[in-house]
């Protein structure tokens, strides 16, 4: 079996041969295709799984025991380089929502920070602070281009910067509804924003808005440091 980070390449260098041209940084531009089936790389939901298991007590016990014996099993037996229908991801997000806000954010924070030391996501979190320097506008603006990267038809991210070098607002939008029966996708954002944070040291807080999420597939993170 391959190692953790020998997957990461040869699934970042997979991903990079399927990716269109993207626009502006801070913008992933591949519009939704009306009737594509939303898909999430595989391997993302098994280096969720992978990322709880390591998580620190009681996180650990916690998140574990949210995932349901059925979709860990699915997880496991999905081949690691293929496009799996999001609702296996999705669904894993909605397990971990219903933790409560506290320790979902708590999970996804703890996990992004631990994403970035991997190559997938390191090779992007490089070539950010290469042109804004350590901080989290320099990740929050590579964003889009990592979850391009691991989903297909899920929504859209855009990042926009506050104008005053300590905020930013980070857009979803265009969710198909498969991927909006709750907020676990809103929920994974509000974590990660502040995992960002970690890696930069700096404190990072995320105001999330999505009074449309449910309805329209739209979510924002009003976000400062």
Not at 139 to 155: E, F, H, I, N
Not at 188 to 194: I, P, Q
Not at 215 to 221: D, F, R, S, V, W
Request: proline residues 5%; aromatic residues 8%; positive net charge.
């Amino acid at each position: 079996m391959l190692g953790l980070k020998a997957t990461l390449f040869a699934v970042y260098d997979r991903a990079m041969s399927e990716q269109p041209a993207t626009g502006r940084l801070g913008r992933d531009v591949r519009p939704p295709i009306e009737g594509e089936k939303a898909l999430v790389r595989a391997f993302w939901s098994k280096y969720t799984v992978a990322t709880a298991k390591r998580a620190p007590e009681p996180l650990k016990r916690s998140v574990l025991a949210s995932i349901s014996s059925e979709l860990r099993s699915e997880i496991r037996n999905a081949p690691t380089f293929d496009w799996q229908d999001a609702r296996v991801f999705v669904a894993l997000t909605g397990a971990i929502a219903r933790l409560g806000d506290e320790s979902a954010i708590a999970f996804w924070r703890y996990s992004l920070r631990q994403s970035i030391s991997q190559p997938l996501i390191r090779t992007l979190v490089e070539g950010g602070m290469s042109l804004f320097g350590r901080s989290p506008l320099a990740l929050y603006k590579r964003t889009p281009r990592a979850w391009s990267l691991v989903s297909r038809d899920c929504g859209v991210i855009e990042v926009d910067d506050g104008g005053d070098g300590r905020s930013a607002i980070m857009t979803l939008h265009d969710v198909p509804e498969s991927c909006r029966g709750h907020a676990g996708l809103v929920t994974m954002l509000a974590g990660g924003v502040r995992g960002q944070g970690d890696f930069c040291m700096v404190d990072v807080r995320g105001d999330v808005r999505a009074p449309r999420f449910s309805t329209h597939g739209e979510a924002e993170l009003h976000i400062s440091w």
